[in-house]
T-cell receptor, first 111, second 112 residues
Framework: SQTIHQWPATLVQPVGSPLSLECTVE??????LYWYRQAAGRGLQLLFY??????ISSEVPQNLSASRPQDRQFILSSKKLLLSDSGFYLC??????????FGPGTRLTVL | QKEVEQDPGPLSVPEGAIVSLNCTYS??????FMWYRQYSRKGPELLMY????GNKEDGRFTAQVDKSSKYISLFIRDSQPSDSATYLC????????????FGTGTRLKVLA
């Protein structure tokens, strides 16, 4: 069966510091991968999606970036965090069946 | 107008009640409809997936899609305290668009 991992689970970072969140998927090949941010009362905001290694599409202009160095690895990064980057970050995968499966999430607090 | 509207709740019901959760949408091109359950501080978990109009049943859960009214529902029978969570609806247009639109979620509390 497929499993999706995210780490770290919780992160507290100062404003202006860098960020690296990692997501890995097991048990499937060539998945579509997604990064979302969830804020209270605002639902899930799609940040990036990827259909293959090195192929990244950005949905929202911001100071975040994403990379997919391996088939089942998706990384969310920032060079300098802003207060507004605080939130719950979710990675999801989809294998072409039009349904997404989410990881456990990373709760990021920027102080 | 948001593409997907969902009442945030909270919705409180006694144990054993039938729960009805709903979403309305404005884009008539949506064809794939999903319901997710999200416990506090956890990632969403896929509950139901339906394509086009009609009903789909899975245990105590029934998903209903009415495309003519642009309205989808999730019914939970014999609700349990363990059903207390936030329920998110999601939808997409044709297959392979990579874009899923989510509702903001309805918080459900089932009281023992």
């Amino acid at each position: 069966s497929q499993t999706i991992h995210q780490w770290p689970a919780t992160l507290v970072q100062p404003v202006g510091s860098p960020l690296s969140l990692e997501c890995t998927v097991e048990g499937t090949s060539n998945p579509n991968l997604y990064w979302y941010r969830q804020a209270a009362g605002r639902g899930l905001q799609l940040l990036f999606y990827s259909v293959g290694i090195g192929q990244i599409s950005s949905e929202v202009p911001q100071n975040l970036s994403a990379s997919r160095p391996q088939d089942r690895q998706f990384i969310l990064s920032s060079k300098k965090l802003l207060l507004s980057d605080s939130g719950f970050y979710l990675c999801a995968w989809e294998d072409g069946t039009d349904t997404q499966y989410f990881g456990p999430g990373t709760r990021l607090t920027v102080l | 107008q948001k593409e997907v509207e969902q009442d945030p709740g909270p919705l409180s019901v006694p144990e054993g009640a039938i729960v009805s959760l709903n979403c309305t949408y404005s884009n008539s091109a949506f064809q794939y409809f999903m319901w997710y359950r999200q416990y506090s501080r956890k990632g969403p978990e896929l509950l139901m997936y339906t394509y086009s109009s009609g009903n789909k049943e899975d245990g105590r859960f029934t998903a209903q899609v009415d495309k003519s009214s642009k309205y989808i529902s999730l019914f939970i029978r014999d609700s349990q305290p363990s059903d207390s969570a936030t329920y998110l609806c999601a939808m997409s247009t044709t297959s392979g668009t990579y874009k899923y639109i989510f509702g903001t979620g309805t918080r459900l509390k089932v009281l023992a």
